[in-house]
């Protein structure tokens, strides 16, 4: 089976280990690393290349929307799930237009799992 790589981008720390805990009970899915910063993000995706981020809107340095634009260009092949507590309409559309495959507000926290998987197929 194969198992899918996945990059958590969250300035949040407890939020990361809740969603790696989640992730690891799917045996094909492998959190591959932790970024708390918008730049780091991106330093840790080129090294590693998951097939998955998993990208907050609010971080030091750059923020996710502009985390993504570049991403998008240096990464293509790598998918991009926003996972955010802001709900404006405006600011998810202007997430999804980055490219991103979707977008969950944090505090439905149960619907992260499908998100996950429509993201990758």
């Keep these: 089976m194969r198992k899918f790589r996945v990059l958590l981008v ?5 939020w990361r280990r809740f969603v790696r805990s989640k ?8 959190v591959v690393g932790e970024s708390a910063d918008g730049l780091q993000a991106i ?26 634009r570049r991403l998008r260009r ?3 092949q ?8 802001e709900s404006s309409p405006d600011v998810v559309r202007e997430a999804l237009n980055t490219g991103a495959r979707g977008y969950v507000i944090k505090q439905r ?9 429509a993201a990758l197929i």
């Design 23 to 30: 992730l690891q009970k799917h045996t094909e899915l492998e």
């Design 43 to 68: 330093q840790q995706a080129q090294q590693l290349r998951p097939d998955l981020i998993l990208l907050d809107l609010g971080l030091p340095s750059i923020n996710g929307i502009e985390t993504a």
């Design 10 to 14: 969250d300035d949040y720390e407890p």
């Design 74 to 76: 240096l990464l293509p």
């Design 78 to 85: 790598s998918k991009i799930l926003f996972v955010s507590q």
């Design 109 to 117: 926290a149960n619907d992260l799992l499908r998100a996950v998987t």
